[in-house]
């Protein structure tokens, strides 16, 4: 899951939405890092690994060509976000833009979070970063700038035109698990470890 998802599942498991979203920031042990974030880190945490570990998007994974095989964990992310802007409202009841607004207050405002998120979270603001996901030319520059980020760019060569091909196993993998991770989510959030509390 990416920014977008990350954000919509703390907001769901009625968990910080910073907290969660620096789970992609904070390495190392979650009780080195400030209390206020332990618990959001523990369910992004626990949000990717069972995203990584489903058969769907194992499944997802081993259909993207060999030559994308190491960018298609990401892309799978990245697309699951685009799914999930672009059915936005059977998943949440305030309209996309009133969301994203409320998540980038809540990050902005947010205190003792990882150096590089707090440096990202203004590009994100300025960029409306929520808002690109929902079409399909948002998708395809996120995928650019991700690819520039990385230190061997191209094992993203021809990704755009691979997700777009593969829209409909992206868009089934994607309404099949994402509910289920929706209610995991809030199943963790009652199991978080006490001194993550």
């Given at each position: 899951?990416?920014?977008?998802?990350?954000?919509?599942?703390?907001?769901?498991?009625?968990t910080d939405?910073?907290?969660?979203?620096?789970?992609?920031?904070?390495?190392?042990?979650?009780?080195?890092?400030?209390?206020?974030?332990?618990?959001?880190?523990?369910?992004?945490?626990?949000?990717?690994?069972?995203?990584?570990?489903?058969?769907?998007?194992?499944?997802?994974?081993?259909?993207?060509?060999?030559?994308?095989?190491?960018?298609?964990?990401?892309?799978?992310?990245?697309?699951?976000?685009?799914?999930?802007?672009?059915?936005?409202?059977?998943?949440?009841?305030?309209?996309?833009?009133?969301?994203?607004?409320?998540?980038?207050?809540?990050?902005?405002?947010?205190?003792?979070?990882?150096?590089?998120?707090?440096?990202?979270?203004?590009?994100?603001?300025?960029?409306?970063?929520?808002?690109?996901?929902?079409?399909?030319?948002?998708?395809?520059?996120?995928?650019?700038?991700?690819?520039?980020?990385?230190?061997?760019?191209?094992?993203?060569?021809?990704?755009?035109?691979?997700?777009?091909?593969?829209?409909?196993?992206?868009?089934?993998?994607?309404?099949?698990?994402?509910?289920?991770?929706?209610?995991?989510?809030?199943?963790?959030?009652r199991q978080?470890?006490?001194?993550?509390?």
């Open positions: 899951m990416n920014f977008l998802a990350h954000l919509h599942l703390a907001d769901n498991s009625k939405l910073a907290a969660n979203l620096a789970g992609d920031f904070a390495k190392g042990n979650i009780a080195d890092h400030p209390k206020a974030l332990q618990q959001g880190i523990w369910l992004h945490r626990q949000i990717d690994s069972l995203t990584d570990s489903h058969e769907l998007t194992k499944e997802l994974k081993a259909a993207f060509p060999k030559t994308l095989q190491r960018a298609a964990p990401i892309l799978i992310d990245l697309a699951f976000d685009h799914m999930l802007a672009k059915y936005w409202e059977e998943y949440h009841h305030l309209s996309l833009p009133d969301f994203a607004q409320q998540a980038y207050l809540a990050l902005s405002s947010a205190e003792q979070l990882p150096v590089n998120l707090s440096d990202l979270i203004i590009r994100m603001r300025q960029e409306n970063w929520l808002i690109a996901y929902e079409s399909r030319e948002g998708l395809n520059q996120t995928i650019k700038a991700v690819s520039k980020r990385v230190s061997k760019p191209e094992i993203f060569d021809g990704a755009i035109d691979t997700v777009k091909r593969m829209d409909t196993e992206i868009e089934i993998a994607f309404r099949t698990f994402y509910p289920q991770l929706m209610a995991y989510s809030r199943i963790w959030t978080t470890p006490p001194e993550f509390l």
